[in-house]
């Protein structure tokens, strides 16, 4: 299975992580934590990972690809 080909159960929840990252990052309470540790499990834990060959060069092309403002970085 490609890298880059991402399901879209896959893509959703990584855009889910970093909704639930910036609302820890503005709230961080128990509650956001928590509701951030539940995604990031989910995404761990994704099937989808067991397919590929370098999981982290798939991470860093599944973030690009989730990003809401197209696959920008976030500027340094």
Known sequence: ?????FPADLLELQ?????A???WAGDPTEETRASF???SAE???HPYWAG???RHKAEMK??????PD???APAA
């Open 1 to 5: 299975m490609s890298d880059t080909d």
């Open 15 to 19: 855009r889910r992580w970093f909704t």
């Open 21 to 23: 990252e910036a609302d």
């Open 37 to 39: 540790s539940v995604v």
């Open 43 to 45: 995404l761990y834990a």
């Open 52 to 54: 590929v060959d370098n």
């Open 62 to 67: 599944l973030k690009q690809a989730a990003r």
């Open 70 to 72: 197209g696959g920008a």
